[in-house]
Nanobody, 118 residues
Framework: QVQLVESGGGLVQAGGSLRLSCAAS?????????MCWYRQAPGKQRELVAR???????NYADSVKGRFTISRDNAKNTVYLQMNSLKTEDTGVYYC???????????WGQGTLVTVSS
C-alpha cells in the first residue's frame, strides 16, 4: 500500500517560517503523481493549499500565493511545502495528498498540525 507521512509541523510565531515534508512509500510511479497540500483550519472546511503536477506546474490558493512554495524531490519520493511569512490564519492541520498515477486513486496522509501564534 502507498502511505504518506507528513512531518515538520509545529508552533511558530506570525512572520516566521516552517517547512513541511511528505514522504511517500510504496509508490512506484511517484514522479507521475499529482501531489497536493491541503489544510483544515479550526471550524473550517478543508481547502486546497498547493498542487504540484507531474509536469512541474504548480497551483496555489490565493491566500498563500507569494508566501508558500510547493516542491518535490522525486528521487526521495518526497514533497515539501515551504511556508514563509506565516499568519495566524494559516493555523490548521496540513494534509498531504497524492493522486496516484495509473489508478488515479487518492491517498491521504495523517496530517500535521501547524499553529501560528501572534
Amino acid at each position: 500500500q502507498v502511505q504518506l507521512v507528513e512531518s515538520g509541523g509545529g508552533l511558530v510565531q506570525a512572520g516566521g517560517s516552517l517547512r513541511l515534508s511528505c514522504a511517500a512509500s510504496g509508490s512506484i510511479f511517484f514522479s507521475l503523481n499529482v501531489m497536493c497540500w491541503y489544510r483544515q483550519a479550526p471550524g473550517k472546511q478543508r481547502e486546497l493549499v498547493a498542487r504540484s503536477m507531474a509536469g512541474g506546474s504548480t497551483n496555489y490558493a490565493d491566500s498563500v500565493k507569494g508566501r508558500f512554495t510547493i516542491s518535490r524531490d522525486n528521487a526521495k519520493n518526497t514533497v515539501y511545502l515551504q511556508m514563509n511569512s506565516l499568519k495566524t490564519e494559516d493555523t490548521g492541520v496540513y494534509y498531504c495528498n497524492a493522486l496516484m498515477a495509473i489508478t488515479e486513486r487518492e491517498v491521504w496522509g495523517q496530517g500535521t498540525l501547524v499553529t501560528v501564534s501572534s
